[in-house]
């Protein structure tokens, strides 16, 4: 089956307000689909209604083949969640609380215990696993919840902020194990993190007002950007009509200046985002400006995302 999670108008209205609002979106075997949306888009509520943890107030969602709704049981069976803070027994350590939930999932004997060791191992636990887990760092507790999240070997992730409270070191490993994990699996990962979009995601969703305003790859996405085919160069020494003779160019829009570490630089904004780079390498050679650097941009996700949620 192709089509792993669909989305089908989903709503929820907490009172008066209305946190989600006709959310659709379908997420195929092999996707990794970044969730980005500001604090308060509806991103936490609507993968609560996925995973059957919240009931919509309209619409459903539906997980390999069954609707959370009408085959609530076969559908979690799927998923592997780890919701917002990964809560777990703070009493427990991870050892007895992964036994706990392997038992929950119906695994026992030498089958749990290859579940459980299997899901240490993806998420390096092997330190604390008898500290109780009131006593872990936000970092480790956030990997405990991922654990479980893998125990069962899911066809299904739903991953809410996966990297949140872990080092550099740490957010690499969960990124490498997510890219591992993506080829078999239907994953959603809801972060702020626009760099985890480029490093892991091959789409992205952005909601905002609980309302889903952009479907589209990173690539295309970036491709929105004022920086998308803009042109970095750094210069050797200031030259005082580069910027004026950069403008000039029929395809150049604006021409940014600053100083930093590497020298002089210029960053030429492109029109309408269509390719520059011809025309200012020809510039710049015809000119003979000393340069230390050029480079082309394929544009900002953070300029994307600020435009389309500013709204």
């Known amino acids: 089956m192709d089509s792993m999670i669909e989305t ?50 309209s619409g459903t969602a539906v997980v390999c083949g069954a609707d959370i709704l009408a085959e609530p049981i076969a559908a979690k069976r799927q998923i592997g969640y780890l919701p917002e803070g990964a809560p777990a027994y703070p009493d427990m350590t991870p050892r007895t609380f992964l036994r706990f939930i392997a038992e929950i999932r119906g695994f026992k004997g030498a089958a749990a215990k290859d579940r ?16 109780p887990i009131d006593t872990l ?28 409270g872990l080092d550099p070191n740490q957010k690499h490993e969960v990124r490498a194990l997510i890219r591992e994990l993506a080829p078999d699996k239907a994953i959603v990962i809801s972060t702020h993190l626009l760099e985890e979009v480029d490093a892991v995601c091959t789409r992205a969703v952005i909601i905002a007002m609980g309302r889903l305003l952009a479907d589209a790859k990173p690539i295309e996405l970036a491709a929105r950007s004022r920086h998308h085919n803009a042109v970095k160069i750094v210069l050797q020494e200031r030259i005082g009509d580069a910027a004026a003779s950069l403008r000039r160019l029929p395809g150049v829009a604006e021409v940014e200046e600053w100083d930093d570490e590497d020298g002089p630089s210029l960053l030429v904004l492109s029109r309408n985002g269509s390719g520059i780079i011809g025309e200012v390498t020809d510039l710049v050679r015809t000119a003979g400006w000393p340069i230390r650097g050029l480079s082309v941009e394929r544009g900002r996700l953070d300029d994307v995302f600020r435009s389309i949620t500013a709204g």
């Open 8 to 57: 089908r108008g989903l709503s929820r209205r907490f009172g008066p307000i209305l946190a989600v609002d006709n959310v659709s979106f379908t997420v195929r075997r092999g996707e990794v689909l970044g969730f980005l949306g500001p604090n308060g888009a509806g991103k936490s509520t609507t993968m609560k209604m996925i995973t059957g943890f919240l009931a919509p107030s």
């Open 116 to 131: 459980i060791d299997l899901a240490v191992a993806r998420t390096a636990l092997g330190g604390v696993m008898d500290q």
């Open 137 to 164: 760092s936000k970092g480790f507790k956030r990997r405990v919840g991922l654990a479980q999240a893998l125990l069962h070997d899911p066809a299904v992730l739903i991953l809410d902020e996966p990297t949140d």
